[in-house]
């Protein structure tokens, strides 16, 4: 018996709890997990009580809108589409204050994994990450400045970068297509490291979807520890349902990538603004794209993002 199977026996949780520690368990020793419903690999929260959890002082203006999306008003878009696992990214406002996240971690550890902001320039950023880690973080956002070329060429990056190669710790890049480049080489550095591009690389943000643009994405791909979201669909292209015209490139990314380094996600609470809905991202995915098979569904729609994120998770 694994220590991972033992520390489900002995949890003391209940019945619910117990079912997702096993499938943590099944996971962590190399076996099939159970059906535990799909994964979102992506989505923020936050509470409109600044007073117990304030915002950094670069994001005081303009207000969140929505005003509030706390885990519970997430879980409610959630539950009834079969979602059953989330990994939450740290929301900007909050700098690198994740004191929301980890305590939203904290009270539901069977639900969410969390992807944290640290200050690369700190001295202590491995410290940081390490820490973070212990309550169960499991990736690092990054994106550039103002500086698209250099901005991964840093001490600090480096730092970072090699601390994720070490505990396979990811680096979640939110980057647009110029950004590219500069994961590609640092990605050809550092080759352990495990990286997400989020939002497809935000391909199409501008309602165009350029050819040089998915074939740079796409190249991305030589690196074996390189994936990709399937993510912010409302953002990208026409954005409007039933976001068919992506198809052409989530084809061609998946075609590079292949089913097991690709994660659906929402972007939630973005992706449930009027008038898109949370089940018509997943619907794009699940029910539409019709090169993909109940096998390629299964990775996108939670193995991926499983063994990414909640593998290795200590509950």
Same mark, same amino acid.
């Given at each position: 018996?694994?220590?991972?199977?033992?520390?489900?026996?002995?949890?003391?949780?209940?019945?619910? #709890?117990?079912?997702?520690?096993?499938?943590?368990?099944?996971?962590?020793?190399?076996?099939?997990?159970?059906?535990?419903?799909?994964?979102?690999?992506?989505? +923020?929260?936050?509470?409109?009580?600044?007073?117990?959890?304030?915002?950094?002082?670069?994001?005081?203006?303009?207000?969140?809108?929505?005003?509030?999306?706390?885990?519970?008003?997430?879980?409610?878009?959630?539950?009834?589409?079969?979602?059953?696992?989330?990994?939450?990214?740290?929301?900007?406002?909050?700098?690198?204050?994740?004191?929301?996240?980890?305590?939203?971690?904290?009270?539901?550890?069977? =639900?969410?994994?969390?992807?944290?902001? @640290?200050? #690369?320039?700190?001295?202590?950023?491995? +410290?940081?990450?390490? /820490?973070? %880690?212990?309550?169960?973080?499991?990736?690092?956002?990054? =994106?550039?400045?103002?500086?698209?070329?250099?901005?991964?060429?840093?001490?600090? %990056?480096?730092?970072?970068?090699?601390?994720?190669? #070490?505990?396979?710790?990811? %680096?979640?890049?939110?980057?647009?297509?110029?950004?590219?480049?500069?994961?590609?080489?640092?990605?050809?550095? &550092?080759?352990?490291?495990?990286?997400?591009?989020? +939002?497809?690389?935000?391909?199409? @943000?501008?309602?165009?979807?350029?050819?040089?643009?998915?074939?740079? &994405?796409?190249?991305?791909?030589?690196?074996?520890?390189?994936?990709?979201?399937?993510?912010?669909?409302?953002?990208?292209? !026409?954005?409007?349902?039933?976001?068919?015209?992506?198809?052409?490139?989530? !084809?061609?990314?998946?075609?590079?990538?292949?089913?097991?380094?690709?994660?659906?996600?929402?972007?939630?609470?973005?992706?449930?603004?009027?008038?898109?809905?949370?089940?018509?991202?997943?619907?794009?995915? !699940?029910?539409?794209?019709?090169? &993909?098979?109940?096998?390629?569904?299964?990775? &996108?729609?939670?193995?991926?993002? #499983?063994?990414?994120?909640?593998?290795? /998770?200590?509950?």
């Amino acid at each position: 018996m694994s220590a991972n199977w033992r520390r489900v026996q002995n949890s003391g949780c209940t019945k619910r #709890e117990f079912l997702a520690l096993a499938l943590t368990a099944c996971a962590a020793d190399g076996k099939p997990s159970l059906n535990a419903g799909h994964i979102d690999a992506h989505v +923020h929260v936050w509470t409109p009580d600044k007073k117990r959890y304030p915002w950094d002082s670069r994001y005081a203006e303009p207000a969140a809108d929505p005003v509030s999306f706390t885990p519970e008003q997430l879980l409610k878009y959630t539950q009834p589409v079969g979602v059953s696992r989330i990994v939450l990214i740290q929301m900007s406002f909050y700098g690198t204050d994740n004191s929301y996240m980890l305590d939203a971690m904290s009270k539901y550890p069977s =639900t969410f994994s969390g992807v944290a902001v @640290v200050d #690369e320039r700190s001295a202590a950023v491995k +410290h940081e990450m390490l /820490r973070l %880690m212990g309550h169960g973080v499991r990736g690092f956002r990054i =994106t550039p400045s103002t500086d698209q070329k250099g901005w991964l060429e840093t001490d600090g %990056m480096f730092a970072m970068w090699k601390c994720g190669a #070490e505990q396979r710790l990811a %680096m979640c890049c939110l980057i647009g297509a110029d950004a590219i480049p500069s994961v590609d080489r640092m990605s050809a550095r &550092l080759p352990e490291t495990p990286v997400v591009i989020d +939002h497809l690389a935000r391909i199409g @943000v501008d309602g165009t979807v350029r050819d040089a643009d998915v074939r740079a &994405l796409c190249d991305l791909s030589r690196h074996r520890n390189v994936y990709v979201k399937v993510s912010a669909f409302y953002a990208l292209g !026409r954005k409007h349902y039933p976001y068919t015209d992506l198809g052409p490139m989530i !084809r061609r990314v998946f075609e590079s990538f292949g089913p097991q380094r690709l994660m659906w996600a929402s972007d939630a609470p973005f992706q449930i603004q009027k008038p898109y809905t949370y089940s018509g991202s997943l619907a794009l995915v !699940r029910d539409r794209l019709d090169f &993909l098979n109940s096998h390629d569904r299964e990775w &996108l729609l939670g193995k991926t993002a #499983e063994q990414l994120f909640f593998a290795d /998770r200590r509950f």
